[in-house]
């Protein structure tokens, strides 16, 4: 649980920023559209308070719909007999006492490896989405007065938590995927307190950072198969090293490239040109 809640709340922080990010240069209020036939500006007659009535009404259902089957449908089952496998014998199979970091880098280690495989494709794709972009000159920084102390204060202290959380994932919450969010919240500061004049290229390139995960990830699945054992098996080797360790900083330089192509790509936005 500690490791599903620490990642809905990074993702969610992170959703919110670059929703910032994408949103910032629409116009403070939006102009009501005119309708066919209709002479100015469409008012909100109440016909069309009505229709906004109607609008939130769904949605609030939709909404009580939702918990009520999260409510309903979760939580209420017995362990499962994978659940009771997983709690018994990860430790003793692994060597780690996070089961839920065992269970995506080591028991199911080629499931996570095409997932952040997909994760990659999503960044080429914005990549090419985007290929126009250019910072636009002069673009004043919204946040930059207040962001601007707190980003030169902070990014160290957060990229600091981030490298304990990967180190410590195997036996405490934390991990690569996690480890990565946190890193990527230094990076969105750093858009957000900077503007159109800061480039999340400089000193973090996306490319070689997916590109490197993905080769390590690969790479240890291919070394462990040399040394006789199975695609992505664990292996601990010396200093208390393991390959889980290896494949979760795999895990963790693939999703910071992620983070830092969505960043860069939607800091640019607004000077996207076809």
Not at 203 to 218: D, S
Request: proline residues 6%.
């Amino acid at each position: 649980a500690p490791d599903v809640a620490l990642t809905l709340l990074l993702v969610e922080i992170l959703t919110a920023v670059v929703a910032a990010l994408a949103l910032r240069g629409l116009p403070s209020r939006l102009t009501p559209v005119r309708r066919s036939g209709e002479p100015g500006r469409r008012s909100w007659a109440p016909g069309h308070r009505s229709e906004a009535l109607r609008a939130g009404v769904l949605a609030g259902l939709a909404g009580l719909a939702a918990a009520a089957g999260t409510f309903a449908l979760t939580g209420r089952r017995d362990l499962s007999t994978a659940g009771e496998y997983y709690l018994d014998a990860a430790e003793e199979a692994t060597g780690g006492r996070n089961v839920v970091n065992t269970i995506l880098v080591d028991f199911r280690g080629l499931d996570t490896l095409g997932e952040i495989s997909v994760l990659a494709s999503v960044a080429l794709g914005l990549t090419l989405l985007f290929a126009g972009a250019r910072p636009v000159a002069g673009r004043p920084a919204p946040y930059e007065s207040l962001l601007g102390p707190a980003q030169r204060l902070l990014a160290p202290t957060i990229v600091a938590l981030s490298l304990y959380l990967l180190l410590r994932g195997h036996d405490e919450p934390g991990g690569g995927f996690i480890a990565a969010l946190v890193s990527g919240m230094a990076v969105a500061l750093g858009a957000l307190s900077g503007g159109g004049r800061f480039r999340v290229a400089r000193g973090l390139r996306p490319a070689p950072l997916i590109a490197t995960g993905l080769l390590v990830c690969a790479g240890v699945g291919l070394a462990v198969m040399a040394a006789g054992h199975p695609f992505l098996a664990p292996v601990k080797g010396p200093f208390g090293l393991s390959t889980s360790l290896l494949f979760d900083a795999g895990v963790f330089l693939l999703v910071l490239g992620v983070m830092v192509t969505v960043v860069n790509r939607f800091s640019l936005a607004e000077g996207f040109t076809p």
